[in-house]
Structure formats: C-alpha cells, structure tokens
C-alpha cells in the first residue's frame, strides 16, 4: 500500500506535466501560424499594391485628365449633377468625394470642407497626372496616423462606377483599387517587422519544445499526438511552406496527380493518369459531416466516408493544389447521384478560404470549366476554391423531353425548382446550388461560409438570379454572357414553359431583369462581361438581352458593371481571357475582413 501511492502521484505528475507541455506547444503553434500568415498577407497585398500601381501609371497620364473634368462638371456648383451615378452611370457623389479626400490625403493635401476647395484641390492634385503617378506609387507605407485618418474617407468611397466605364470611370476605378490597396498593404507592414522578430522567437522556441520532447518518454509522444493538432497541419513541415510564401512563389496550377475511384466508396485509390481525383459520397455523409462533429460521432452515425474527406484534407499540408471530382447522391435532385468538381489552389498557410461557385451553360457537365477556362492559376493568386456543379440532375429515371434537344432537359436544368409534375421531383437545381452543394462543400471541405456566384450563359442567367434572390448569401456575383431576360427569349420560354407551366407570372421569380426590377438589397458587386460578336447576341435571335437588364438595373439604380468586349464570341475562349478579371473581383470582396483561417 505504502508503495503504491507515491507511484500513483508521480503518474499524476508525470500526465500534468505533459498536457502543460502539449498545451503550450498547441499555443506556440498557433501563435507561429498567426504570424505566418501576417507574413503570407503581407506579400499577397504587397503583389496587389504593385498590380494596381503598375494601373495607375499605364492609366493616369491619358485617363486623368478625363476624370479631372468630370468632377469639375459633376461637382462644381450648378454643375451637371444628374451625369453622377445616374441614368448614363458614372460615380456615386458620396464616392467621389471620398475618392477626392483620400488623394488628398496621400497627396499631404489639406482636405478642404467645402466641395469646390476640394474640387480645386484635386484638379490641382491631377494637373499633372505623370508626376502624380509616379508620387503615388512611389510612397512608402502608410504610417499608422495617416492610415488613420484615410480610413473614414475610404469607408464612403467603395461603390463602383456604373454603367459604361469610360475614360473617367477607368481613372476613377483605379484610384479605388488602388487606394484599398494601398492603405490594406499600409495597415499589414505596420505589423510586419515586430512580428518577424516574434515569429523568429516562437518558431526557435517551437523547434527546443519538439526537439525535447521527440528526446523524451513515450508519455508525451502519445500526449502529443492525441492534443497537439500541429503535427497534422504541415506545420511541422512549415519551413518549405515558409520558403513558398517569402519568395511569392507558386506551384503550378496543374491539379495533383491523385486517384480517380469511380465505383465504391473513397477508400479505393487507383491511378488514372494522374489528373484529378474522384470521390465517392453517401448522401447521409454529406448531410452528417459538419466539421466540428467528432469522427467518433460521424462513425457511429454511418458517415465514415464524409469522415475520410475531411481526414484527408486535415492530414495534408495544404500548399498543394488539387481538382477534386465528388459524387454524391442528392437529395433536392430526386436521391440521384450527382458529380461536382472543386479546385483547392496552393495555399500558404494552412487555413480555410473562401468560395466562388460557377454555373456552366447549356449542354455542360462539371468538367467544360475546369478544362476550358483556364481559371485555375488565378484562383491560386487569388486565394478561392472553385466550386463547380453540374447544369442539369442526371441517371436512371430523371426525365426529358423526347426527341431530346440541347436547350432543355438533361444539362439544361435553368436552375430552378420546377413545378410541373413531370419536372418537379428531380429538377431543383436552384435548391441544389443554393442550399445542398454549400452545405456539402462547407462540410467536407476547407472553407468559409463566404460564398461569390459566378456563370456562364444559361449558368450566368443562374448566377445572376441566385444572386439577386439571396443578397445575403454571396459577396459578390458575376456573369459571362448571361441570359438576362429569359422569359423574353425562346431559350427561356422553352424550358420555363415546360419545367413552370403556362403561367406567366410564376416565371418572373427566375428573371434577372424581372428581379433587378424589384430589388432593394445590399450592393451586390455585380460585374458582367459579353462579347459583341456573341452569335446569341447578334445572331438570328437575341437570347441574351443585356440592354434589358442594364436598363431595369439602371431604373432601379442597382449597381451593375457590365462590359461589352469587342470582338469576343460565346465561347470558352472569351471566358478564359477575362476569367482571371472575375476571380479578382470575387477575390476583392471575398476577402475584404482579411483572409479567414
Ligand atoms: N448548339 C450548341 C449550343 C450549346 C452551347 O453553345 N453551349 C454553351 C453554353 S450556351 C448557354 O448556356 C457552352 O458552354 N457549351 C460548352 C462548351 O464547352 O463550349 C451545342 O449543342 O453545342
């Protein structure tokens, strides 16, 4: 008896010491992950600042005087007021004023009160839009005081400008970005040399830690691999994801070389060429997998091959890029299976980012997107997965018309909920993509819940809808060619006809220019690209009808960038050459609390 309570004490001793240590460990890996990602941010905003200084001094000496004008004529007294940010577009006063006081500010201006000293003072500030271009993009950060007192004018300067972007709407565009940028990237080097230090000290002091411990019992090894989550984050790794992120440099965007598993479940992996890998989920996965629920919980629940996706994405350092092809059954499409396909780029840091769901046109699949737009590059530097749907339920027993045609039935789902009794049980595709794939994707994937919409033609009517029917839903949402007033045009009469009814009225609520009509929600960044030789723009049959849905926008002062691009058609060529464009637009939005781990 006597022996045996020393013993049992010393064990108790023994176990606290090592959850003291597993604990502080945990902490200090935390703290080098923060740091690092400060670090990670810091050279992602420096690369931004240099885009758009490189903007502003290709802009400036043609555009500037332009924009000079502008304000005079906009903001002089008894000026033409109405040409800002009404019917024709332009700015929002409110913005360009604040536009105004920011340049100012850097420019070590006084900001006047009265808008006609400050109309003088840019106009001043502009007079020589050479010299300006290389003073501003020639200033070392901001220091902290003058970021300060940016920040408030910054604050009323963020809507876009509207409609047409002419030679003043480009001049005052590259100010904004430039001027978010600036003051983004002015705020990070604030911090950027006190956290070198620090991160310098916690990662010497990680290394002794590990170094003690891996020399110790196998007390704390075991301690450690039940508590210390680091081990399975890459961290441990971290040097060469260090190296990645100090140089700036990326991997290639070509997708990993995983395992295609086409029958059975996830746990099978076969080479298939090495391109892209395709996983296999229950339904009752998807729907049991948040994460934060425990695997224990998951197993029990039948869950295990959700489970396994998400083992898999935690055990693996994430700096390696990969396209994923996931088929799952799917509930709001009738319990058939369904495959989508998400893009992970390189990321520096192990950290969830946030996601731009694409919606393909007519006659697509998941793959016409990731094979043809070349957008994989440009999600990495951008820091977004991409997730991208099929257009239309598909299998056994999913109706369509007979003889089949192109514009409706299989790919062609329009995504929304029919209400015909021969459509409605498998074709809801809007209730997919707005409800069932986030909710699968948030489960079984690093991400955030921030979501952008984005499409192409019947996939870009999709966006803009779903869109426009959840503000509150997506940062931001752009389109490619989209149809833009369907029950106007024979591609949309067909499929609303057969997957709605005859009645009118209901086809409204998946019209973007019916829903532009009536909407009162939050900007919702909407940017949209079409190009003029579009054979569904200029061809026998206008299928597109932009002017429609710009001239509702524009009645119902909603903001909306649409451009025209001269000479572009509807193909995939045209979407890879402004894809990039788009991912930085989601990305500018997306991002905009700083970059979420
Ligand atoms: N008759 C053609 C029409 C199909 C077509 O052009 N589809 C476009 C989208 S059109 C609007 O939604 C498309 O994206 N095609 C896929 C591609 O990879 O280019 C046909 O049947 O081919």
């Given at each position: ?14 176990d606290s010491a090592d959850a003291a240590q597993s604990q502080q460990i945990q902490e200090i890996a935390s703290e080098v992950l923060r740091l690092r990602l400060v670090q990670s941010q810091y050279k992602q905003l420096e690369g931004q600042l240099r885009a758009s200084s490189e903007k502003l001094r290709e802009l400036l000496p043609e555009k500037a005087p332009h924009f000079s004008q502008y304000l005079e ?162 961290l441990k790794r971290s040097s060469s994801v260090q190296s990645t992120s100090s140089t700036g440099s990326r991997r290639s965007p070509s997708p990993s070389a995983d395992a295609v598993t086409r029958s059975g479940d996830v746990g099978g992996r076969k080479s298939a060429g090495g391109a892209i890998s395709m996983t296999r989920v229950s339904r009752e996965a998807s729907q049991k997998s948040p994460l934060g ?271 025209m691009q001269a000479g572009y058609d509807h193909s995939y060529y045209f979407m890879s050459t402004f894809i990039r464009e788009h991912l930085e637009h989601h990305a500018r939005f997306l991002h905009a609390g700083g970059y979420a781990s």
């Amino acid at each position: 008896m006597s022996l045996q309570a020393p013993a049992r004490v010393a064990a108790a001793t023994c176990d606290s010491a090592d959850a003291a240590q597993s604990q502080q460990i945990q902490e200090i890996a935390s703290e080098v992950l923060r740091l690092r990602l400060v670090q990670s941010q810091y050279k992602q905003l420096e690369g931004q600042l240099r885009a758009s200084s490189e903007k502003l001094r290709e802009l400036l000496p043609e555009k500037a005087p332009h924009f000079s004008q502008y304000l005079e004529q906009g903001l002089r007294p008894g000026g033409t007021v109405g040409t800002l940010g009404g019917f024709h577009g332009g700015a929002e006063p409110e913005s360009l004023l604040g536009i105004m006081e920011c340049l100012c500010v850097v420019c070590n201006s006084q900001v006047a009160s009265r808008r006609e000293d400050l109309v003088s003072a840019c106009k001043w500030i502009l007079q020589d839009p050479v010299e300006l271009a290389e003073k501003l993009t020639a200033l070392p950060a901001a220091p902290g005081a003058l970021s300060r007192r940016l920040a408030p004018y910054l604050l009323t300067c963020d809507s876009s400008w509207r409609g047409t972007l002419n030679e003043a709407g480009q001049c005052y565009e590259a100010f904004r970005s430039w001027l978010s940028c600036y003051y983004q990237f002015s705020l990070v080097s604030g911090q950027m040399e006190a956290s070198a230090v620090q991160l310098q000290r916690q990662e010497q002091l990680l290394k002794e830690l590990n170094k003690e411990t891996s020399a110790g019992t196998e007390a704390p090894r075991s301690a450690m691999t039940k508590s210390a989550p680091w081990r399975h984050s890459g961290l441990k790794r971290s040097s060469s994801v260090q190296s990645t992120s100090s140089t700036g440099s990326r991997r290639s965007p070509s997708p990993s070389a995983d395992a295609v598993t086409r029958s059975g479940d996830v746990g099978g992996r076969k080479s298939a060429g090495g391109a892209i890998s395709m996983t296999r989920v229950s339904r009752e996965a998807s729907q049991k997998s948040p994460l934060g629920r425990s695997e224990k919980a998951l197993k029990s629940a039948g869950a295990s091959v959700g489970v396994r996706i998400q083992a898999a994405f935690r055990n693996q350092s994430l700096t390696k890029c990969m396209l994923k092809r996931v088929e799952f059954t799917s509930r709001t499409l009738g319990n058939t299976q369904t495959v989508f396909a998400a893009y992970l780029p390189d990321t520096t840091e192990f950290k969830k980012l946030p996601v731009v769901y694409w919606l393909s046109g007519l006659t697509c699949t998941d793959e016409n997107f990731s094979q043809k737009a070349g957008a994989f590059q440009a999600a990495c530097d951008n820091q977004v997965v991409l997730v991208m749907p099929d257009t239309s339920p598909r299998g056994d027993g999913v109706p369509d018309e007979d003889p089949k045609t192109y514009d409706f039935g299989l790919g062609a789902g329009f995504y929304l909920n029919a209400t015909t009794d021969k459509y409605k049980t498998h074709y809801n595709m809007y209730d997919f993509v707005v409800q069932e794939l986030p909710e699968f994707v948030e489960a079984n994937f690093p991400v955030t819940s921030k979501r952008a919409i984005s499409g192409h033609s019947m996939g870009g009517h999709g966006a803009l809808t779903i869109g426009l029917k959840n503000p509150d839903r997506y940062t931001s949402v752009s389109a490619f060619a989209p149809i833009c007033n369907p029950m106007k045009v024979p591609w949309g009469q067909k499929a609303f006809k057969f997957y709605l009814g005859e009645d009118e009225e209901s086809w409204k609520q998946y019209d973007a220019t019916e829903l532009v009509t009536q909407y009162k929600g939050k900007d919702l960044h909407i940017l949209c690209d079409c190009g003029t030789a579009d054979s569904f723009l200029v061809g026998d049959v206008n299928q597109l009808q932009p002017l429609a849905f710009m001239a509702a926008a524009q009645q119902s002062k909603v903001p909306v960038t649409f451009r025209m691009q001269a000479g572009y058609d509807h193909s995939y060529y045209f979407m890879s050459t402004f894809i990039r464009e788009h991912l930085e637009h989601h990305a500018r939005f997306l991002h905009a609390g700083g970059y979420a781990s």
